[in-house]
């Protein structure tokens, strides 16, 4: 379903007033039907052909995990940016390593929406009228402008090393105004966070 108009210009313009990067877990789930395992190592993969998307959200994430007494490694610390992650380089990295987990990130949506910067309208309150009047003379409201914000739908998957199974999964949506760095700061420790919650981590 598609974001009426007005709503995305409020949400944008919301976003630019707070002046910050905004992720938000949409939706997540773990498998209720096995007691949920205490996970000690993971292996943590971010699927994306831009290498520095890649490294970065991937340090990220290790980082977020270690503050939740996880050891945790990035796939670009063992394999190469143009090697395919397949169960067979799996194995060929990283099954010596002890890895319990692998913790998937992958984009499903990337999309511009548009956000309206409101202008001057050039009205204040004063105590009288002098101070008023120096303030306004000469100055006339100023047009607000259209700009966007990018909106990134991610999902992520946990899977259980040795039964191959998903144990954990998310949604997310995370909107940037030209500052990917930040939202993938803020989206990795929601994410960790989450897993935390869970019952994944110790």
Not at 12 to 40: F, M
Not at 102 to 126: C, H, I, N
Not at 128 to 157: C, D, I, Q
Request: proline fraction near 4%; aromatic fraction near 10%; hydrophobic fraction near 40%.
């Amino acid at each position: 379903m598609k974001m009426p108009v007005f709503l995305s210009l409020l949400l944008g313009l919301s976003l630019l007033q707070c002046k910050s990067p905004t992720s938000a877990i949409t939706d997540s789930w773990a498998d209720e039907s096995i007691e949920s395992p205490v996970y000690q190592k993971v292996l943590v993969i971010a699927v994306t052909k831009n290498g520095a998307v890649r490294r970065y959200y991937e340090d990220q994430m290790v980082k977020k995990l270690a503050t939740k007494n996880v050891t945790a490694v990035a796939s670009l610390d063992g394999i190469s940016a143009k090697e395919a992650i397949s169960p067979e380089t799996f194995r060929k990295y990283f099954s010596n390593q002890g890895i319990d987990a692998v913790l998937v990130s992958r984009p499903v949506e990337v999309k511009e929406l548009p956000v309206f910067v409101p202008g001057d309208s050039g009205t204040a309150e004063y105590a009288n009228f002098y101070s008023y009047y120096n303030h306004v003379y000469g100055k006339a409201p100023e047009p607000g402008s259209f700009g966007s914000n990018t909106l990134v739908r991610l999902v992520t998957h946990l899977f259980d090393v040795s039964s191959e199974q998903a144990v954990y999964s998310c949604k997310s949506n995370s909107y940037a105004h030209g500052n990917g760095e930040q939202v993938m700061d803020e989206l990795t420790a929601r994410i960790a966070k989450d897993l935390k919650r869970k019952g994944f981590f110790r």
